[in-house]
């Protein structure tokens, strides 16, 4: 897929529903989907089994999906389950046979996008990782590439400095002041920030009146409100329900329009995010 989604299918903690979840997810409409070779929270195996149900039976054509997964650190990973590399190995042979293993779970010969899952223990050995995802990217097995679960502008700058960022995916919620910085930092520097926790995250803002009186008004739910809001704001928020109904509910908060009549009360939500 060569856009930009606006939504995209989370696939942590699915466990054995992987496979159905994905499924149902895009005959909903989903046509993104993020996952990581971490087996302690992720089945990309049967996230890459959905895929090919979906081409099979359904006529999901691969130039129609964007997939995205990750590299996970060490520290990161369970080591009771089987690893996507040996951990003795460098950091560069380590990112190639998890993005080898990717690949072949996901039956694909490239991905939309590879993230680094987190930054490494130091700064040099991040730097190192950026620069094998950076050497993926010239080979054309990866599209774009990026980092998650980096609260740091710092350790973006520095990355950048080899090349630029084209994705964060961050946590961004109420218990962590809506990520501030680092957002701002993405929306200044042309970044996509992909957001995760969002709702679970937000009980106070979801249930805030100017909230749910918006959401009457509209004839939406509270959380379609914050999607659309997240979606106004340079944030691409990853959906990770596992109701058809909310799958439904969260693709149509794309289409929301927030006429005039309701703009002061979308302000009074954005000075609750950026007060």
Request: aromatic share 10%; net charge neutral; hydrophobic share 40%.
């Amino acid at each position: 897929m060569n856009l930009a989604p606006k939504l995209i299918y989370g696939t942590a903690w699915k466990g054995e529903r992987t496979a159905h979840l994905v499924i149902s997810a895009f005959l909903q409409g989903f046509r993104a989907v993020d996952t990581a070779c971490q087996p302690k929270h992720y089945r990309e195996d049967l996230v890459g089994e959905a895929l090919e149900i979906l081409q099979d039976k359904h006529s999901v054509k691969r130039e129609d999906v964007y997939i995205q997964t990750k590299f996970t650190p060490f520290d990161g990973q369970d080591p009771t389950k089987p690893l996507p590399y040996n951990p003795r190995d460098s950091i560069p042979a380590q990112i190639k046979s998890s993005l080898s293993k990717s690949l072949v779970n996901l039956h694909t010969s490239y991905l939309d996008a590879y993230l680094l899952h987190s930054p490494l223990q130091t700064l040099p050995l991040t730097l190192e990782a950026w620069r094998t995802l950076m050497a993926a990217q010239d080979e054309g097995t990866v599209r774009t590439i990026g980092i998650s679960n980096v609260y740091d502008v710092g350790i973006l700058k520095a990355l950048e400095k080899e090349r630029k960022v084209q994705i964060v995916q961050n946590r961004w919620f109420e218990g962590n002041a809506w990520d501030k910085e680092v957002w701002a930092y993405c929306k200044a520097n042309g970044i996509v920030y992909q957001s995760f926790w969002t709702l679970t995250g937000s009980p106070a803002l979801l249930t805030h009146s100017h909230t749910t009186s918006l959401a009457d008004k509209l004839d939406v739910t509270a959380a379609q409100v914050l999607f659309k809001l997240a979606q106004l704001n340079n944030v691409v928020p990853l959906s990770g329900t596992t109701s058809e109904l909310h799958m439904q509910h969260d693709l149509a908060a794309e289409r929301i329009v927030f006429k005039e009549e309701v703009l002061d009360d979308y302000k009074r939500i954005t000075d609750l995010i950026w007060r």
